[in-house]
């Protein structure tokens, strides 16, 4: 999957901080400096990232991460029962509605620098609390070898029309992760009635449900499941493997197409501030922008993306108990 026109506009307009010298050495022998920090990245994507801002810092990251079932949800949780006492610097998510809820709640402290400011405003919180990184959609990814051109969905509610047999085609539980930042915007663009229909319809005809998205790429591409809703990173992953798939973009929130930024945030009362914002900065460079597309996590598929973002991510957050609670009624009843 190529790197579009947004994400290319996106990484020329970041700026990367100036990183002063931390070392032991620059530091007449003091003890190195540290940075904690939560992520849902997975770690082969940020694990990298983070082993070059210690080489070029000489700040030593501690990184906790999430596991795919639980995606955000798990160290979100754990960011709010910190609060007043936290132990991150730093939460890096591969979403942004839970980010957003932890704004809402006081979890995070404004960050304002060069970097912050040059994110698209689209893709930013306007207190500062959060900033948009790497975006990715929700993409729908068909088998096609299973499934005909004329017959390819172009909505996710395609999936579920009757055509198709519900178990050939999969979705990641709408409870975490993007799955249920998904779920959330549905609920905004659609109402209530027409979303919880949807997954209604889903959970009654047999659709699979999976533990990640990463899992419902995965059987796409081996042909277990003819078709799924997945991220476009997922999907760029066994494109790159040569699986015989085609990435699908619905077009407009109400078909399902949403493009979805990841977020960077500095943790209200963070032990290590200076570093914590060192560390956005860095997540939000040139550098570590250009490095994560190249790997096909940060990828959108038309220049027409940003109509596939709500109008305001805050505005949302209210509605995320009550959402979550409707899904937990759907589908683990």
Request: proline share 5%.
């Amino acid at each position: 999957m190529k790197t579009c026109g947004l994400i290319q506009k996106f990484l020329a307009s970041a700026a990367c901080a100036a990183m002063l010298c931390s070392t032991a050495a620059c530091s007449g022998g003091r003890a190195m400096k540290e940075v904690v920090v939560y992520t849902s990245v997975d770690q082969p994507r940020s694990e990298p990232v983070f082993k070059a801002f210690e080489a070029e810092t000489g700040i030593r990251v501690k990184a906790v991460y999430d596991v795919e079932a639980s995606k955000t949800t798990g160290l979100a949780n754990r960011l709010a029962a910190e609060t007043g006492h936290p132990r991150a610097d730093v939460f890096w998510s591969s979403e942004v509605i839970q980010t957003v809820a932890l704004a809402e709640k006081g979890v995070f402290s404004p960050w304002s620098s060069a970097a912050t400011r040059s994110a698209p405003a689209v893709l930013r919180d306007q207190g500062g609390r959060w900033t948009g990184l790497c975006p990715r959609e929700r993409v729908i990814l068909v088998n096609t070898d299973l499934v005909k051109p004329e017959e390819a969905p172009a909505t996710i509610f395609d999936l579920v029309d009757g055509r198709w047999r519900a178990d050939e085609v999969g979705m990641a539980l709408p409870l975490f992760g993007t799955s249920f930042t998904q779920a959330v915007v549905l609920f905004d663009a659609l109402g209530e009635e027409r979303a919880a229909a949807f997954y209604e319809k889903a959970k009654a005809a047999g659709v699979r449900i999976l533990d990640g998205n990463a899992r419902v790429a995965a059987l796409v591409a081996d042909g277990t499941l003819k078709a799924g809703i997945t991220d476009s990173d997922d999907a760029a992953v066994v494109l790159g493997k040569g699986a015989p798939v085609k990435v699908i973009v619905p077009d407009g929130l109400e078909a399902g197409g949403l493009l979805i930024p990841g977020t960077a945030a500095l943790v209200r009362g963070a032990p290590h501030p200076v570093e914590g914002g060192k560390l956005i900065d860095y997540l939000l460079s040139t550098e570590v922008g250009k490095k994560l597309a190249a790997s096909g996590y940060c990828c959108c598929s038309r220049e027409e993306a940003l109509n596939n973002v709500p109008g305001s991510w805050t505005a949302l957050a209210k509605d995320v108990p009550s959402i979550r609670e409707q899904m937990r009624k759907i589908f683990l009843r």
